[in-house]
């Protein structure tokens, strides 16, 4: 037994020389143990040693411990302990690292994810089925409302992440157009000015025997075209026909006795008009 230090190998998967087995060089052996030096009073405390290693192994696998130059009669590596371990696959873990926002109004979101080793995904919204996704993840939602997205990752070893990740977010409704301003009635354009109208008047003169037509307005130097009209058998029948004469657009005409209508159709822009008066000689 060495009175110093020794060091120390460790091997997992297999002793050395097996093409499966990982090697570590674990350095001295260092740790005090109090055990050891009870056991061997000449070794002393100081001979003890423990440590952790990381492989990518799973499942049992066995594990070799090895004193380097440890001396002895032959002055090889020594095997100093031999051990069975079972290696347990961790499972991954599932990481949503973008999202749409908590509350907004489309409904396509987006999303994107990750595992902390290389896996597979699963994805779903709300409580559909699961089914297979990659980020990112593009989906559109059919209703408004609440939702929840879930994702989980499966290694290659076929772990599951027992805990499914999860992304809640709302999409309102959009809001309603703004209501159409109220339709106005466009107001009435002004009623045309009327149209300006002749003005008649009949008197009968000189006792009642003539017929005196007085059309305005008084136009000069144009005149005013009328006719006269007696009534007859029910009738009204034209005597005649004729203009005003002079600035005043007064006519004197001689008729025998009756009733008598003057009509003074349009002209010069102004409506005509028609009177009647008596005759009595």
């Known amino acids: 037994m060495p009175t110093t230090s020794i060091s120390y190998h460790v091997y ?6 097996d093409p499966n087995a990982i090697g570590f060089n674990m350095g ?5 143990r109090d055990d050891v030096a009870r056991n061997y009073p000449h070794a002393g405390p100081f001979h003890g040693f423990g440590g952790t290693v990381e492989v ?36 991954p873990e599932t990481t949503i690292t973008s999202g749409p926002p908590a509350q907004g109004t489309s409904p396509t979101v987006r999303f994107g994810f990750t595992a902390n080793e290389a896996s597979t995904f699963l994805c779903r919204i709300d409580q559909a089925a699961w089914s297979a996704c990659s980020s990112p993840y593009v989906t559109t939602v059919s209703t408004y409302g609440p939702h929840s997205f879930q994702v989980y990752a499966t290694d290659t070893e076929g772990a599951a992440d027992p805990s499914p990740a999860s992304y809640a977010f709302t999409v309102a409704a959009p809001p309603p157009p ?17 149209t ?8 009968a003169v000189k ?3 003539r017929l005196r037509v007085d059309i305005g307005p008084d136009l000069d130097p144009s005149n005013y ?5 007696r009534r007859a058998d029910g009738r009204w029948r034209t005597v005649k026909r004729t203009q005003t004469l002079g600035a005043q657009d007064v006519s004197i005409i001689n008729l025998p006795s009756g009733r008598y209508r003057v009509v003074v159709p349009r002209q010069h822009d102004l409506a005509g008009t028609r009177a009647e008066a008596r005759l009595r000689r």
């Open 12 to 17: 997992v998967g297999g002793g050395p020389g």
């Open 56 to 91: 990518p192994l799973r499942g049992s696998q066995p594990v070799y411990v090895f004193a380097i130059n440890g001396g002895g009669p032959t002055d090889v590596n020594q095997l100093m302990g031999a051990g069975t371990v079972n290696i347990s696959n961790p499972l």
């Open 225 to 229: 075209r009328f006719t006269v009209q």
């Open 196 to 203: 300006p109208t002749i003005t008649l008047e009949l008197r």
């Open 28 to 32: 001295l052996a260092a740790v005090q």
């Open 178 to 194: 703004p209501a159409p301003p109220p339709v106005v009635d466009p107001t009435p354009p002004p009623p045309p000015p009327p």
């Open 207 to 209: 006792k009642k025997s």
